[in-house]
């Protein structure tokens, strides 16, 4: 057993990051769980060992860099070492910028950028003295492809993306064996949307496409297993539309803007809310968000593409227009 990887996972209380610690835990890893919530942590962990593995527990915001060291600490006590570092801790909070308070904005910045810098830090002060381990930082599709009504998330994970190159040149002319990973899913079937801020006006929903979190799982794992791709698509649509937002911008970016104005809020209205940007969700830790109803889900898609065709043609008759002037 002391042969086993040692794994941290933040985020570990629900969707992506509880899905990759039960992936984990079935091919014999040793985990160290860090979030928020004790309880969901502690729901998780057992269902860990249920794999025949250790679990620990590890209770922290990783935006408080001391208390994530503290985390780190833990789990080289009680495993000796760290092998894999996966930062999949994230809040989110929807609205127009302007319309955000200021304070919500900072948090996701405070979460999503400096948790994962907290967090390669504390696993490069363990990892750096025996020359290997892996980190994965979950990026996002709307790190290469900015979405509206979600600007400092978006923002976020470009600074992820951006975050993951710099350290990985930086390992690199170092002459280092440890590896960065940077993962970019697509929108997964998770309680994020349920749990972010929103000051929209409307409830919040998942833009279809949704993808199941395993498609996401599968990503990290063989990162883990095959560390030398610096970042990953998780899936192939991701890829094609990174690479076609390269070419032509402004059409893919009124496309989306279009996209997620038809198809992000539900009809019914909804109080602002900070969700669960300051304390954890009481609500018990789950892997998905129940974005998966057939019905449903082939409806919102439609639609989304619809109105998404409807965009680019618009724009690119404008650019044809335009050229032609």
């Known amino acids: 057993m002391t042969h086993s990887p040692v794994a941290v996972i933040t985020g570990a209380s629900s969707g992506l990051g509880r899905a990759t610690a039960i992936a984990l835990a079935k091919r014999g890893a040793r985990l160290v769980l860090v979030g928020r919530r004790d309880a969901s942590l502690q729901e998780v962990a057992s269902l860990c060992r249920t794999h025949h593995t250790e679990a620990a527990v590890a209770v922290a915001d990783t935006a408080d860099a001391e208390a994530l060291e503290r985390a780190a600490e833990s789990a080289e006590r009680g495993f000796g070492r760290i092998d894999y570092w996966i930062n999949a801790a994230g809040v989110s909070s929807y609205g127009r910028f302007w319309e955000l308070p200021p304070e919500e904005f900072a948090r996701v910045i405070d979460v999503d950028v400096h948790g994962y810098a907290n967090g390669a830090r504390s696993a490069l002060a363990r990892m750096l003295p025996r020359d290997r381990g892996v980190i994965v930082n979950v990026a996002s599709i709307l790190g290469e492809v900015p979405q509206p009504f979600s600007s400092p998330y978006s923002m976020s994970k470009a600074a992820v993306i951006a975050f993951g190159r710099s350290?990985?040149?930086?390992?690199?002319?170092?002459?280092?064996?440890?590896?960065?990973?940077?993962?970019?899913?697509?929108?997964?079937?998770?309680?994020?949307?349920?749990?972010?801020?929103?000051?929209?006006?409307?409830?919040?929903?998942?833009?279809?496409?949704?993808?199941?979190?395993?498609?996401?799982?599968?990503?990290?794992?063989?990162?883990?297993?095959?560390?030398?791709?610096?970042?990953?698509?998780?899936?192939?649509?991701?890829?094609?539309?990174?690479?076609?937002?390269?070419?032509?911008?402004?059409?893919?970016?009124?496309?989306?803007?279009?996209?997620?104005a038809a198809g992000q809020f539900e009809r019914t209205t909804e109080r602002p809310h900070s969700g669960n940007l300051f304390e954890p969700s009481p609500a018990p830790g789950s892997i998905t968000g129940g974005w998966h109803g057939r019905r449903a889900q082939t409806r919102r898609t439609l639609v989304g593409l619809a109105t998404a065709a409807g965009a680019v043609a618009l724009v690119a008759r404008a650019m044809r227009r335009s050229s032609s002037a």
């Open 167 to 260: 350290l990985a040149a930086e390992l690199a002319l170092s002459g280092s064996h440890v590896r960065v990973v940077t993962v970019k899913p697509p929108a997964l079937d998770t309680p994020i949307f349920q749990h972010s801020g929103n000051h929209t006006g409307r409830a919040v929903r998942a833009l279809p496409p949704v993808y199941p979190v395993h498609a996401a799982v599968r990503t990290i794992l063989s990162a883990l297993h095959n560390p030398r791709r610096r970042e990953r698509d998780v899936t192939v649509a991701g890829g094609m539309l990174v690479r076609r937002h390269q070419r032509h911008p402004r059409s893919v970016e009124a496309a989306i803007a279009a996209q997620t």
